[in-house]
């Protein structure tokens, strides 16, 4: 019987990658408003070159870019891109009624409930607080606090320790197959895959060794499993 659901948190509990999208699209509007010089679809296109070489949680990305395009850092481009980006994002940083909701059900049915992400720390407890959804979890787990990545089972069987649980009594909600659904495999937990679609060598993957996964379209159907 399961008695603890783990969350992953980016394109789980809420739509990052949609967030990030529109604020860096509206960051360099701003920057070529300001005087960077190219189209905002030649900045976007280099930005997002940057980003994939530097991560995501690398924080002078904007730094970069107007080093590429003007020859030296632009402070105030810089400053005009980081602000956009942020007050852009955080306006549209809100908790969806279905999550928040199923967040509710979850607790009132008893489930222990815990975040384990490859995110950095105090942005992921950003994103919990600003949608209010930090006092649902019972713990927060995150491998810059651990010292361990997902996949790797050891970040898992951590956040099972902390919360009292097993992998037989656990279960991993995730949209990322290679870190969520293998992490959770590795781990001996049951898992589930939201937000994504299953490639053929990830079905490969499920049917060779017999893994039990189930699919969701979105978390209220965890209503109708847990």
């Known amino acids: 019987m399961i008695n603890a659901v783990f969350f992953d948190m980016d394109d789980t509990l809420c739509d990052t990658s949609g967030f990030a999208h529109i604020a860096r699209t509206a960051a360099i509007k701003a920057m070529v408003d300001n005087g960077l010089p190219c189209t905002e679809e030649e900045g976007y296109t280099l930005l997002k070159e940057i980003i994939k070489e530097k991560g995501s949680n690398y924080n002078k990305h904007f730094n970069i870019l107007t080093k590429k395009l003007t020859g030296k850092e632009d402070p105030f481009l810089i400053v005009n891109g980081i602000i956009t980006y942020h007050n852009t994002k ?35 407890w950003e994103k919990l607080v600003r949608l209010n959804l930090y006092p649902f979890f019972d713990e927060v ?76 379209s979105n978390l209220g159907e965890l209503k109708d499993i847990l």
């Open 141 to 216: 787990i995150t491998s810059e606090s651990v010292g361990y990545s997902k996949p790797d089972k050891k970040i898992f069987d951590i956040a099972m320790k902390r919360i009292g649980s097993t992998p037989e009594t656990s279960i991993m909600i995730g949209n990322d197959f290679n870190t969520d659904i293998k992490g959770a495999y590795n781990s001996g937990m049951r898992a589930m895959l939201i937000n994504s679609k299953l490639t053929s060598k990830q079905q490969e993957f499920i049917d060779n060794n017999e893994y039990k996964l189930t699919i969701l």
């Open 90 to 124: 955080f306006a549209m940083l809100r908790s969806d009624p279905v999550c928040f909701s199923t967040m509710i059900y979850l607790k009132t049915k008893g489930y222990k409930l815990a975040l384990i992400s490859n995110g950095v720390n105090i942005k992921q």
